[in-house]
T-cell receptor, first 112, second 115 residues
Framework: GQQVMQIPQYQHVQEGEDFTTYCNSSTTLSNIQWYKQRPGGHPVFLIQLVKSGEVKKQKRLTFQFGEAKKNSSLHITATQTTDVGTYFCAGPGGGSNYKLTFGKGTLLTVNP | ETGVTQSPTHLIKTRGQQVTLRCSSQSGHNTVSWYQQALGQGPQFIFQYYREEENGRGNFPPRFSGLQFPNYSSELNVNALELDDSALYLC??????????????FGPGTRLTVL
């Protein structure tokens, strides 16, 4: 079945450092979504990418969808303590239109 | 806040028991998806309901069942609980039939512990 893999599993940074998490799918994706889950919280939608090579920015966050639509990345510039949490990518599962397959996520911790 | 509510917040059950979890979707949303999130893992899709009918199912056994009501609220029922069912159960509502292309608005989750 379709797999969505994320690396790294954990990332600890000093406040002000940059952070990047990578997402790779075993199949071509029609779109990819990114979610953030704070410790003890629930996933919150960040963004959806649809087009090959698409790049979207939200303040210090930059999201990219690969040309082959099989990988994606999230880059945070100058991390802040409020960025702490687990970042998940999610894509359509197994060709269905009803199922989202999530990666295992990257847990980001920030040392003030 | 998303407007999606879930009850109860926490639940402790013993192996073999049955449990019902509830979800109220965000106003205007007619689709509800249920996910199981084990500790340290990403959410795993259980099933989706659209306008009171099951629209799709993930790799979960039949003892996981659900309902959606005319007001689009939903229930997740799990029979014959096993220790591995201990997890955070999340419901997510959306406006479209098809979670893979629509933003999912997650509720706060129900933390189920099976002893």
């Amino acid at each position: 079945g379709q797999q969505v893999m994320q690396i790294p599993q954990y990332q600890h940074v000093q406040e002000g450092e940059d952070f990047t998490t990578y997402c790779n799918s075993s199949t071509t994706l029609s779109n990819i979504q990114w979610y953030k889950q704070r410790p003890g919280g629930h996933p919150v939608f960040l963004i959806q990418l649809v087009k090959s090579g698409e790049v979207k920015k939200q303040k210090r966050l930059t999201f990219q969808f690969g040309e082959a639509k099989k990988n994606s990345s999230l880059h945070i510039t100058a991390t802040q303590t409020t960025d702490v949490g687990t970042y998940f990518c999610a894509g359509p599962g197994g060709g269905s239109n009803y199922k989202l397959t999530f990666g295992k996520g990257t847990l980001l911790t920030v040392n003030p | 806040e998303t407007g999606v509510t879930q009850s109860p917040t926490h639940l402790i059950k013993t192996r073999g028991q049955q449990v019902t979890l509830r979800c109220s979707s965000q106003s205007g949303h007619n689709t509800v998806s249920w996910y199981q999130q084990a500790l340290g893992q990403g959410p795993q899709f259980i099933f989706q309901y659209y306008r009171e009918e099951e629209n799709g199912r993930g790799n979960f056994p039949p003892r996981f069942s659900g309902l959606q009501f005319p007001n689009y609220s939903s229930e997740l029922n799990v029979n014959a609980l096993e220790l591995d069912d201990s997890a955070l159960y999340l419901c997510a509502s959306s406006t479209a039939r098809g979670a893979s292309t629509d933003t999912q608005y997650f509720g706060p989750g129900t933390r189920l512990t099976v002893l």
